[in-house]
C-alpha cells in the first residue's frame, strides 16, 4: 500500500487542523493505520492508532482528548483531527500502515515503528504561539 499525507500547515495555538492519508490499493480495509510525528533532532514518536475495522482506537497522553482519529475505509482515507493546537504539536506528521494483527483492547501494542511497513513521506504542522 502506498500512503500520501496531506492536510499540514502553519496555524496558530489553539487553532484546528486536519491531517488527511489517503492510500493506494485494494487492502486498505486490513490495515491498521497510525500517526507519527517527529521534531527536528528527536525520534519520531507515536501519536494515534485505529483499527483496521475502525473499532478500536489509541492514543498518545499528549493529545489524549484533543485528537481524534478516524477512517473511511470506502475512501481508502484516515484522517487525523487536530483541536486545541500547541506550539509543542509542531512537527512532520507521518501517517502508517500495519499489517500486525491486534486484538481489540490492546491497540498498544501498535505504539512502535517497527509494527508499520508502509508510511507516507510527512506533512508538515506548525504551530506558533
Known amino acids: 500500500v502506498q500512503l500520501q499525507a496531506s492536510g499540514g500547515g502553519s496555524v496558530q495555538a489553539g487553532d484546528s487542523l486536519r491531517l488527511s492519508c489517503a492510500a493506494s490499493?485494494?487492502?486498505?480495509?486490513?490495515?491498521?493505520m497510525g500517526w507519527f510525528r517527529r521534531v527536528p533532532g528527536k525520534e519520531r514518536e507515536f501519536v494515534a492508532v485505529?483499527?483496521?475495522?475502525?473499532?478500536?482506537?489509541y492514543y498518545a497522553d499528549s493529545v489524549k482528548g484533543r485528537f481524534t482519529i478516524s477512517r473511511d475505509n470506502a475512501k481508502s482515507t484516515v484522517y487525523l483531527q487536530m483541536n486545541s493546537l500547541k506550539s509543542e504539536d509542531t512537527a512532520v506528521y507521518y501517517c502508517?500502515?500495519?499489517?500486525?494483527?491486534?486484538?481489540?483492547?490492546?491497540?498498544?501494542?501498535?505504539?512502535?515503528?517497527?509494527?508499520?511497513?508502509?508510511w507516507g513521506q510527512g506533512t508538515q504542522v506548525t504551530v506558533s504561539s
Open positions: 485505529i483499527r483496521w475495522s475502525g473499532d478500536s482506537t
Open positions: 490499493g485494494r487492502t486498505f480495509s486490513s490495515y491498521s
Open positions: 502508517a500502515a500495519s499489517s500486525t494483527i491486534v486484538e481489540f483492547g490492546r491497540m498498544w501494542y501498535l505504539t512502535q515503528e517497527s509494527r508499520y511497513a508502509h
